[in-house]
Structures are given as structure tokens and as C-alpha cells.
């Protein structure tokens, strides 16, 4: 069940919502990433799974669902690249590993 | 007194808005004519008063800090909120709200074991509302607005049982506290089979929603609260499909009616089962 990791007291789940909810955060966050998450409340493992694009260890560190896919819309974007597979496919890359191949060719053709 | 108007509920997933054109024509005209259904029922109905029920996206919370349901008490209501715009791609809207039967339903609300919260700050709408106001639009009816934002997937979660009584308390509250004249309509907003953020992102579980649609066509409200379980949604789609869970609330308020498959369909690139239903009330007999 993908609610068995989360765990509200991780902090990044707080970033993604600041991220949301201010625009000079996000500015910032666009510009200088690793500033922003030097600055933010996190642990060094926290910093270092965003850093690296690894949703999969923030989805196991206990990153709600709903705020991984929006972390994931944050890094990737929106705007022009809604509808494009942009975010979601990189966020199932990550959570798959190595199964991403197999799983992606069961549903292909 | 004040009277259940219409009851709806229909799914509301971003791509509906934000790229109804991905999906085949078909598809996005059964999506275009059951949101037209919603909107000649709200209209013909004569509703004063629209409660749309949907989950919130934890867009108005801290995860730390979560409310099951969040009244909105504003004024008026705007949206959507700015992080959303690019994604959802909806004109921007502003719908009258109706403080004063929003603080009676609150208070009432106050009395379930749910966690109830009344904000009178504008609150941040998401596809939630965005997406109904936009398809069904609501702008245009003149209809006042209450959200009731829903918590379906923060632990612990309100199950079927829970929010079908909360419902059961919210159409008690409409029938005995509101004004006699008063005409009240339901719109739950989620739904169907989808998994946002996890592994099975990209599924759409469409033997799951077209059984879930069957079972509430066929009308036994016990069945569904036995059957269809919050574990259940979750198994259809992890923190996604227990959007349906407002529709619950709705069939909680009205109690057993019959009710009309609006249209189903399942397009990959949407990410998410879109349906919608109505159900048939007789104004004679508008409780239970």
C-alpha cells in the first residue's frame, strides 16, 4: 500500500507544500536548489534522495504520495509539459528500479 | 425545512482540463456530455446552495496537521490556486459561497467523530473544484458554493462507515437546520481508480470502477458500505480511488434513491477512471 512508508513528521514534506505556496521559494528553489535545501530543516539523507532525483528513498523516508508526485512536477514542470509523461514517468523510473524495463514492456505494444 | 436539491458525484481528475484533447473523441465527449448532465441537473433543480465534497490534495494543510473535513466559510470562493494554473489550464473563477448554511453544516459536523475544521480565508482549489466549476460550469448557474474539503488519504482516514454517517449528519443538519426554502444540492468530486505518486502511477483500474459504478446503479447502500471499503479503493489505487469516498458522504445524506450511470471512461493519458452519477430525488420525500 503506497500510505505504509509516509510519516508526517518528515520535514520534506513540509518544503514540497512551501514550495507550493510560495512563489519566491520556488523562484529560488529553480535558481539555487541546493542553497534552498541547505537552508531548509532536513536531514543530510533528505537533502541527498532530492538532490540525486531518488523518489523512490524519499518515498521510503515516509514523502506522502500526493507531495512526491508534486516534488516530481516541481523539478520537471508543468505549464507546456502537462499531458506529457514528463514527471510521472521519472517518478516511476525511480520508484521501479530495475523492474521500470519489465513493468513498462508488460504494458507496451 | 431546506430541501436536497440534486445529487451528483463525478470524477475530476487534471487531464480533463488540463489535456482532455490526448484522449479519443469518444471519450472526451462522454466526459463533455455527463458534465453537461451536471449542469442542466443543477440548473433545472433550481439549487440554491451547491456543497461540492471533495478531497483535498493536501493543499490547505500541513501533513502533520490534517483535518477530515474542511468547511469553507469565505464569502466568495477563488480559484485555482496559483501553483495549479499551468497544470489544470481553467479560466480563473469566482463563485459566490454561502457563509451562513456553511456555519450550520460545520457546527453539525463538529458533532461527528471526524476531525472538522471551518476556514473563512479563500481556500486553495486544486482540480478538486476547478475541474467541476469549469465542465459543469458553475459560474454561469449562479449557484452559491460551499466546499467541503475531504481528507482520503492521510492517516488515519475516515472509512466508508464514517463518511457515510458524516453524510447521514450533513442531510439530517440540510432537512432541520437550514431555512424551509432552501433548495441544497450535493456534488461529491473524486474518483475513480487512480495511484498519483505511486508505483502504479500509469494504471487505471477500469474492472474496479465499472463494478464499483454497477453497485451503486443497483442501489443497496449496505452493499456498498460492506463492499466497497476504504482497503478496497486503496487496493484499486493507493491514495487515489478513496476520492470516491465523498461519494459516500453524498449517498450517507440522501439516503437509498436510484441511481443513473452518467458515463464511464478509461483513458491511460488521464491517469485516472473518470465516471460520473446522479441520483434520482423525490421532492416529495427529500429525507428519509
Redesign the interface.
Given at each position: 500500500?503506497?500510505?505504509d512508508f509516509?510519516d508526517?513528521?518528515l520535514r520534506t514534506?513540509?518544503l514540497v507544500?512551501d514550495l507550493?505556496?510560495d512563489?519566491a521559494l520556488?523562484a529560488r528553489f529553480e535558481n539555487s536548489e541546493e542553497e534552498v535545501l541547505a537552508e531548509y530543516p532536513l536531514t543530510e539523507e533528505e537533502r541527498t534522495a532530492i538532490g540525486q532525483r531518488d523518489f523512490k528513498r524519499l518515498y521510503e523516508l515516509g514523502l506522502?504520495?500526493?507531495?512526491?508526485?508534486?516534488l516530481?512536477?516541481l523539478i520537471y514542470g508543468?505549464?507546456?509539459k502537462?499531458?506529457t509523461?514528463g514527471a510521472?514517468t521519472a517518478?516511476?523510473q525511480s520508484?521501479?528500479g530495475d523492474e521500470y524495463e519489465k513493468y513498462m514492456a508488460s504494458?507496451g505494444a | 425545512m431546506a430541501e436536497i436539491s440534486v445529487a451528483l458525484a463525478a470524477s475530476h481528475t487534471?487531464?480533463l482540463t488540463?489535456?482532455l484533447d490526448?484522449a479519443p473523441e469518444d471519450d472526451q465527449r462522454t466526459v463533455l456530455q455527463a458534465y453537461a448532465a451536471i449542469h442542466d441537473a443543477v440548473v433545472e433543480s433550481e439549487t440554491d446552495v451547491l456543497l461540492i465534497i471533495g478531497n483535498d490534495?493536501?493543499?490547505n494543510a500541513?501533513?502533520?496537521e490534517?483535518a477530515d473535513f474542511t468547511f469553507g466559510l469565505a464569502e466568495r470562493h477563488e480559484g485555482p490556486d496559483?501553483?495549479f494554473k499551468?497544470?489544470l489550464?481553467v479560466e480563473d473563477y469566482v463563485l459566490p459561497g454561502a457563509p451562513d448554511v456553511a456555519e450550520i453544516l460545520h457546527r453539525a459536523a463538529e458533532a461527528t467523530p471526524t476531525r472538522v475544521r471551518a476556514v473563512r480565508e479563500n481556500l486553495?482549489f486544486d482540480d478538486n473544484l476547478s475541474v467541476p466549476v469549469t465542465l459543469a460550469d458553475l459560474a454561469s448557474t449562479g449557484v452559491a458554493v460551499v466546499p467541503v474539503l475531504q481528507n482520503c488519504?492521510?492517516?488515519p482516514v475516515p472509512d466508508q462507515q464514517a463518511c457515510y454517517s458524516f453524510g447521514q449528519t450533513l442531510g439530517d443538519a440540510i432537512r432541520t437546520q437550514l431555512p424551509a426554502d432552501l433548495r441544497v444540492g450535493l456534488l461529491g468530486s473524486g474518483g475513480l481508480s487512480h495511484?498519483?505518486?505511486?508505483?502504479r502511477?500509469?494504471e487505471i483500474d477500469e474492472k474496479f470502477d465499472r463494478w464499483f459504478l454497477d453497485l451503486l446503479v443497483e442501489g443497496d447502500h449496505q452493499r456498498v458500505l460492506t463492499e466497497a471499503t476504504f482497503e478496497r479503493m486503496?487496493e484499486a489505487g493507493?491514495?487515489g480511488t478513496a476520492e470516491l469516498l465523498s461519494w459516500l458522504v453524498v449517498m450517507g445524506a440522501i439516503g437509498e434513491r436510484p441511481c443513473t450511470n452518467l458515463g464511464y471512461a478509461a483513458v491511460d493519458?488521464w491517469?485516472c477512471g473518470v465516471g460520473a452519477v446522479q441520483w434520482q430525488l423525490d421532492p416529495a420525500r427529500a429525507g428519509q
Open positions: 500500500m503506497a500510505l509516509f508526517p513528521l514534506n513540509d507544500q507550493k505556496w512563489e520556488r506522502h504520495p500526493y507531495l512526491l508526485s508534486q516530481a512536477r508543468t505549464g507546456e502537462a499531458g509523461s510521472a517518478l516511476i520508484l521501479l504494458r | 487534471p487531464g488540463g489535456w490526448k490534495h493536501v493543499a500541513r501533513v502533520s490534517y496559483e501553483w499551468p497544470w489550464r486553495r488519504t492521510v492517516p495511484e498519483p505518486g505511486g508505483p502511477y500509469l486503496e493507493s491514495g493519458q491517469r
